[in-house]
């Protein structure tokens, strides 16, 4: 079997793991009396069994794969690359805090958002967002491990077109999210990010995630490094959810398609904005190659 045929052969293999071990999460939280969601502290760090086990099963399946399903660990996506990635690095750092805070602007202009509980206070909010940064970190080591440093770099090795690339990683990566959001994330956790049921939530959530994967799979085709997609969702993480589970911002209902901090038109736009601008970076070398010099100044 030729290497392309092994790419395929367990990027399929992968894709199919990757989907059930969620269920197969809940199935043990069943059995052991664990499936009661509703309750679940998301800052928290109290997840259930099954939940760990869907965090962690594809990472396992791909270093299966890797080390004995012929994939190997060449150029795995671990290299921090950091000398000639400074800008993007950067990038990664500041996209999520800076197009949260142009949304929220809007939407307070708009009347769209309003603060309603700032009584917890800037200082018990950054108490917050740096717990939530070493923790998120750690997390989406494992998360970004999976979907950049191996499906991102299995597909890429196809030589598949940009947009067959950022549509089967975001679907593939979506779909594992399916039990996630249809049973782990609780009720009251949807309606705070955008007032639909889960279903309608879970396909909104496939063309958001189907543009952040324009962002991500750019970043790592310059990088050739997971790190600054680990840094990017964790702060993606780290600054969005404390503002809403908290209560500190809150989107008006009628107005929660355009200015949801994590699913809304405005913000979606915004990241496919930058997505596609770094790709014109990656595919005009003149351009690249001057940025990249200015970047090594500093």
Not at 130 to 159: D, P
Not at 192 to 215: E, K, S, Y
Not at 218 to 227: A, P, R
Not at 253 to 278: M, R
Request: net charge positive; hydrophobic share 50%; glycine share 8%.
């Amino acid at each position: 079997m030729n290497n392309t045929n092994i790419t395929k052969r367990n990027i399929i293999i992968f894709t199919i793991f990757s989907t059930l071990c969620g269920w197969i999460g809940y199935l043990v939280d069943k059995l052991t009396g664990q499936a009661h969601y509703e309750n679940i502290g998301t800052m928290a760090g109290e997840e259930p069994l099954g939940m760990l086990i869907w965090l962690v099963s594809p990472l396992i399946c791909t270093m299966v794969l890797r080390t004995f399903g012929g994939d190997g660990w060449k150029n795995a996506g671990f290299a921090c690359n950091f000398k000639n990635n400074k800008i993007l690095y950067l990038i990664s750092f500041l996209v999520y805090p800076v197009v949260t805070i142009i949304v929220i602007l809007l939407g307070v202009i708009t009347k769209g958002i309003r603060f309603s509980n700032m009584s917890i206070g800037l200082t018990a909010y950054f108490g917050i967002l740096f717990t939530q940064i070493t923790i998120q970190f750690i997390k989406n080591i494992f998360e970004e491990s999976v979907w950049r440093a191996y499906l991102t770099n299995q597909l890429l090795k196809l030589k598949l077109s940009d947009l067959k690339i950022y549509l089967l990683i975001g679907f593939i990566w979506w779909l594992w999210h399916l039990p996630y959001i249809m049973i782990f994330l609780s009720e009251s956790e949807i309606q705070n990010i955008l007032p639909v049921g889960r279903l309608a939530f879970f396909l909104i959530g496939t063309i958001v995630v189907t543009v952040w994967t324009v962002m991500y799979t750019e970043i790592f085709q310059i990088t050739k490094s997971v790190w600054p997609l680990v840094i990017a969702h964790t702060m993606e993480d780290a600054v969005i959810n404390p503002l809403l589970l908290l209560g500190i911002v809150s989107i008006e209902k009628n107005q929660a398609f355009l200015f949801s901090l994590s699913v809304g038109l405005i913000p979606t736009i915004l990241y496919l904005i930058v997505g596609l601008s770094i790709r014109k970076w990656r595919t005009n070398p003149k351009f690249f190659y001057q940025s990249a010099k200015i970047g090594n100044r500093f």
